[in-house]
């Protein structure tokens, strides 16, 4: 599975951005996809996870009510949207598929990232 990340960009405080991600193969489906993020100088934090129907998401707890995680299997895509962004969203946001449950660690397939930033 090949996964390229796209949507990042600068925003200024309180506003909204959507990434999305999309996936090669024909397996897309099968597979649990999340969304992680670095910011400088931090270690690598899961954001949200989605399953491979759609159906089950979960959320890093101080991410809840922001940002929801969806995905559309016709277009091979998963996408996170983003509201309320405040400077500590600031980070490079990052895609994976795996099949682990929930998707906080043990993702096999990783894609470039893209990069928020978040103005104040």
């Known amino acids: 599975v090949q996964l390229q990340a796209s949507g990042g960009g600068l925003v200024q405080v309180g506003g909204s951005l959507r990434l999305s991600c999309a996936a090669s193969?024909?397996?897309?489906?099968?597979?649990?996809m999340g969304w992680f993020r670095q910011a400088p100088g931090k270690e690598r934090e899961f954001v949200a996870g989605?399953?491979?129907?759609?159906?089950?998401?979960y959320y890093a707890d101080s991410l809840k009510g922001r940002f929801t995680i969806s995905r559309d299997n016709a277009k091979n895509t998963v996408y996170l949207q983003m509201s309320s962004l405040k400077p500590e969203d600031t980070a490079v946001y990052y895609c994976a598929a795996g099949r682990t449950w929930p998707p906080t660690t043990g993702m096999d397939y990783w894609g470039k990232g893209t990069l928020v930033t978040v103005s104040s």
């Open positions: 193969g024909r397996t897309f489906r099968s597979y649990v």
């Open positions: 989605i399953n491979g129907i759609g159906i089950s998401t």
